[in-house]
């Protein structure tokens, strides 16, 4: 199996994105074809390891920055890293797709390049959050701003096919994010998505659930419109940014706090590594005919290795299968 | 001046909230009315040092459960201590009141009872989050669900009157919740609110903003609606508590950990109170034609003292007077 990783994604590029990527083949057991300017590609690939691993490089002499417009970027760079990159997964050349960069433009091309799984009415983007109890799956954090009330069953059911065959989950359990947990709770839309969710067979559909329980853990999947899941997303590593940078403060204030904090390090770096979303890598774009994972626009080396973990075993599991058969058998 | 509160209020109820009044009586140098079930509140007070504070009790039979749906309760029970707590206000008897009780109901009932400014077309629950830099007040938390976009305008307003009269933020900034910055982002309800807001004369709108920069800081006043205010006010709730939970476990599993951490005490006491709910004490229902102040139901004693403060400071510094003049200059 082969991934295609966009080397010219993230706010830092080539420079981390090579070396993860590299690494991410080795440990997933796949070859890498990265694609991106073909000389800084190069430049970075001189420098690390390459032993054992099957590397290619694609040229793509275009670049869509992080702040262009999605749809406009994808139409005029045909010849950029995110478009060649998923046409590597449509050619079959690639089993699936990593980008860092804009995800908009990563969304916008890949609906254009794979097109959606038959049946599929809405892609949208999933991620596991931290959670005190294991990690929860919200869908959609930002794919679709304004979905129809309809588009969240399809999401509940590509979320429960995600969280079967990648982490495994038998059956879990699905919330809806809501404002209060009582049935009649929720904005108008909510109020319609319930009864929808309700009477979805197949599905084991908890009820609304609150912005505390996507930390809590209340539920393996929190279906929301891709609004909703986006400030929620964001709040949630603002909070987690801001309290890191207090503690960070605190414990620095004085030479004895300084020491005794040194002690603790190896308790704070376990703490990171549970609430870093590097470790989990890559948030896969369901409903689209193919595998594209986005990494965050901040992904290190290792955020990037792990998103190829996620692309190899999404395409080893079939994922787009999955959701093709749950999505035809609910429609 | 005198502060009326609802004693039975919270998830603990007299045993805390008495004490705290009692406390924040005193801090504050106002008067309390004590409204709740006379015999429960009289148990309380004697546990406490009432020295030199004017304590009265005000009988109310009727309580108001967490769960009840809000305005059916109002109707049904008068003489609750919600609704006796606002017709103290009402009444000219108190100058505000505090309750920890059920926020829905208090919304209903100050609606009822208390009425709107004049102007007003929907009011908002505003509150101080925590932030990197300094506090960010963030409105409607929860009272409207499903606002209409200009109702944001008011609640822009109304924040600003707030953040100026409270806090002595000569010119806050204001900025839009939204899933992106780009003046385009949004769903369709931002992208309608956006140039609203745009367009609204005395007010410093500083475009959208994201969820991470309510704990960032970015701006000092956030608006967006009653449903996403709650969701990421309830998330960031969550991520820090998920957050201590796991600090707290590393910093226990082995005995060095448990002596360093020892040593850090105060470090970590000064950032839980840079993080906690309790230290702003209360949010203000603003709109509302008198200071009701919606305190958190798993409040502490120290939060009702806080909510007490809050509450004094609305009406000395004629809150309702200010929103009134802001609002009708601008409609």
Redesign the interface.
């Known amino acids: 199996m082969r991934i295609a990783v966009d080397a010219m994604g993230g706010d830092i590029g080539p420079s981390v994105v090579v070396p993860g990527a590299v690494a991410g083949a080795r440990s997933a057991g796949v070859g890498v074809t990265l694609v991106g300017r073909a000389a800084a590609v190069e430049a970075e690939l001189a420098k690390v390891d390459r032993s054992g691993v099957d590397v290619r490089v694609v040229d793509a002499p275009d670049e869509i920055g992080m ?1 262009e417009h999605p749809a406009q970027a994808i139409r005029r760079k045909p010849r950029s890293s995110i478009v060649l990159a998923l046409r590597a997964c449509k050619d079959g050349d690639a089993a699936g797709m990593v980008s860092a960069g804009n995800s908009g433009a990563v969304m916008a091309g890949a609906l254009l390049v794979l097109g959606r799984i038959p049946g599929v009415d809405r892609p949208a983007i999933a991620s596991y959050l ?3 109890r294991g990690r929860t799956l919200v869908l959609d954090l ?1 794919a679709v ?2 979905p129809k009330p309809q588009n969240l069953v399809q999401f509940a059911i590509m979320g429960r096919v995600y969280a079967q065959r990648i982490l495994g989950v038998a059956n879990p359990t699905i919330g809806l ?4 947990e ?1 049935p009649g709770k ?3 839309f ?1 109020q319609e998505v319930y009864p929808l969710l309700a009477a979805t067979p197949g599905i084991d559909f908890r009820g609304n659930v ?7 853990g209340t539920v393996d999947i929190v279906v929301t ?4 899941g ?14 890191t ?3 960070r403060a ?2 620095t ?1 004085t030479l ?2 300084k020491l ?2 040194y ?2 390090r190896p ?2 770096r ?2 990171r590594a ?2 870093d979303p590097g470790e989990i890598g890559g948030a896969p774009l369901l409903g689209v005919n193919g595998t594209a994972i986005i990494a965050h626009g901040r992904s290190d080396a290792r955020a990037i290795e792990n998103a190829v973990k996620v692309a190899r075993q999404a395409a080893a599991e079939d994922l787009v299968g999955g959701i093709a058969a749950a999505v035809g058998g609910s429609g």
């Open positions: 702040d931290p959670a005190k930002g701003a304004d994010l809501s404002n209060g009582e929720g904005n108008l909510v609150e912005g505390r329980d996507v930390p809590m419109d891709g609004f909703t986006n400030v929620a997303l964001k709040t949630a590593e603002g909070t987690a940014a801001m309290m940078d207090f503690i605190e414990l204030a004895p706090r005794a904090a002690l603790l308790a704070f376990a703490v549970r609430m």
